[in-house]
């Protein structure tokens, strides 16, 4: 049987440390919309697309002032249930980190 | 509709949000031959590392983009619709390759979209039957009407109309403006059949202290709150009652698809779509300005002044905004073509200006040195693009620019570069190609 085999030989080279690191990197923000690693990935993957796609976020180049303003303008205006200050902090952090104006 | 089996079988393998997947996100299917993606991080990582070695991506489900990937997104394709690049998918937001608006008339499948929230059941289901339009408040004789009662109470026309997204063009902006990254593609030319706004409000008898007109649609609000309206914007009396302004409920001879906004919108054409509300359910004449959802702050607005890029405005300093600029696309070639043989060429596209029309479109192949007049025909109504067409003949072997430029009837002309905004509306510098000359 060669199926078998062949996963084997794949598991055997995953095991082995031979995985591709950006493919395995592109996977995994396939996972979370896009979403690069990093703290605040879940907080801010959980939030956001409770309402709308990662899809939106991912196209943005903001200073941390205007993401600022989004929050509290989804907070105020759409519907978006107020996250506690901690998680508040790790959000607005992670978008400012990964989406800002050099984008 | 035919498609729906086929938009289960996706949506089954939607994983982000299976409850909601099937209504919010029909329709999206991958292209054979292209890489889908697997959902869990062991599956994904296995199939990465297969894909890596062998040709394995036929047999992997299509379902999550890797959004990081922005070419990726043309790969997915929306019921009803044929090229466009999808620039999100919850609300749906796509526009479509300048090189696939060569049409006089813009195909259905060809028209952009752009969605505050949810698509209404009833667009999904094509069944107008439950459906009738409010006109109230500021009339004398508040009215509901069903399809029937517009089709037979109002003289029916069919206009060929610009629609163009406000934010069109926003990819451009730098520093970047908050939003979808609209880049050309947010225009559509659709012949439309409806009622004429104001026929119908004429028939309502608007009161002597109106001035502004209010649309609510029936697409949800993106958080699933009954009570909040995903937008709802309307126009200053005088825009409503404009002969070219209508209630549509055919778009190209057939029902206005589910994503343009069936059973009926308005169009009120050369200014920013979000004044042609879709999935309409009821007008309101009001005596102040409209102050529903995205009319209000700095939504559809820029500043009173010309500002610096980057620049921060108050939000009293800004205005809303009306007319749409003056503004050409060049729909043929597709950028990128390479003459093979010979040194000239048939350049073609469209050119509109909001409520003005377009006098003249030039045409240039030397970075903007030297300019070309193209042959420009009249609209085949007012509202309506008009079509241009350049022969071009190229001096040597190389690599060129073919740049389009159009000038109003007030004689405004594009600009080469933004005039920037905070929100990245209005951008109508010149749309430029890339032109290989191979001998």
Redesign the interface.
Known sequence: MRRPALAAA?LL??GGGL??PA??Q??????Y??L?PGPGREEVYDTC?A??????V??????RD?WEE?LVWMVE????PEPDEATWALILDYLAAHYG?D? | MSDNAKERGICELYE??PERADYL?FGRVAENGRRG?????GL?????????TIPFHRNMPAG??????ADE?SDFKLAGKDGLT??????I?AETPPHLLDDDVTPNDRHFVRNNGLVPEMAETMDASGWSLTVDGEVDNPMTLTLDDLRSRFEVVKLKLQVECGGNGRAAFN??A?G??WTLGAVGNAEWTGVRYADLLAAAGVKSNAIYTAHYGMDG?????PE?LPISRGVPLEKAMNPYSIIAFEMNGVPIPTLNGFPVRTICPGWPGSCSQKWLRRIQVRDVVHDG?KMTGTSYRVPTYPVEAGEKVEKKDFQIIQSMPVKSLITRPQTGHEIGDGRSLQAAGHAWAGDRWVNAVDVSIDFGATWIQADLQPPPNPYSWQHWTADLSFPEKGYYEVWARATDSDGVTQPFAIAWNPKGYLNNSMHRIAVRVAA
């Open positions: 794949i080279l995953a995985l591709v493919i395995a592109q996977a995994d923000e396939a996972d919309g896009g690069p697309q309402c709308h796609s990662l899809m939106i991912v196209q943005q180049g903001l200073t205007s989004s205006e759409q519907g978006m104006t984008r | 982000e949000d996100v993606f697997l959902k869990g991080a994904a990582t296995m199939a990465a590392a297969v894909g890596a999550l983009i890797p959004s990081a990937l997104t999808v620039l999100n998918d919850r609300p937001n520093p970047p908050k979808n990254q609000h993106l958080s699933g709150d909040k959802p």
